[in-house]
């Protein structure tokens, strides 16, 4: 019995769609990678992405994580109920565990930072085109605690959804060891607005100081 998926694939270069919503960066990947595969589309929110997808038909897509409109984890939802074989390859500057875990979740099959080379990223294409799933290594640590139980994946989302965004981001710097001076000129905010987040992380998950903080981040593979 024929295959065509795989008659397809050997007829011609792997087809990947590139999602992101920086421009330089998508020039950067499709300049990395154009030896190895053919980028036949590229996006840079939810909405154009799954038009996209659905239109090419990618043997890969190559998917940030944080963008406009929902994320990874909304174009891979809306893809996958239309086309639930589509693979989805996450690469993002972000190596938090509830990004891994997320889109792993609903879907991805794999993970890897943008700190990869071409040569790298070509090989991992390939293999989630062959229907491997690939992870940075640190990243497939997180996917072998969640299934084995040592992150409760659902603790972590039920927690996480009662910060923003912004809070979240405080958060990771805070449990990272920032002082409040540091974490405002990272995120370019007032050092009274970091206080002002903290605080309302702190009551959100019911604890009491930055060191609670700190153990309870590290304890989620969050920092």
Known sequence: ??????????????RVVVVDDHAMFR?????????????VAEAADV????????????????????????G??????????????????ALSVSDAAEDVIGVIRVGARGYV???????????????VAEGDAVFSPRLAGFVLDAFSGAID???VDED??????REREVMRLIARGYAYKEVAKELFISIKTVETHVSSVLRKLQLSNRHQLTRWATDRRLV
């Open 1 to 14: 019995m024929t295959q065509p998926a795989a008659t397809n694939r050997a007829a011609g270069p792997l």
């Open 47 to 70: 909405p154009s992405a799954v038009r996209v997808i659905t239109a090419e038909v990618p043997d890969v897509v190559l998917l940030d994580v944080h963008m406009p409109g929902g």
């Open 153 to 155: 994946v659902a603790s």
């Open 72 to 89: 990874g984890v909304e174009v891979i939802k809306q893809v996958h109920a239309v086309n639930g074989d589509q693979r989805f390859l």
């Open 160 to 165: 996480l959804d009662r910060l923003s965004q």
């Open 113 to 127: 930072t943008k700190s990869i080379s071409g040569p790298e990223l070509i090989d991992a294409i390939r293999r």
């Open 27 to 39: 020039s950067g990947v499709r300049s990395e990678i154009s030896a190895g595969v053919e980028v």
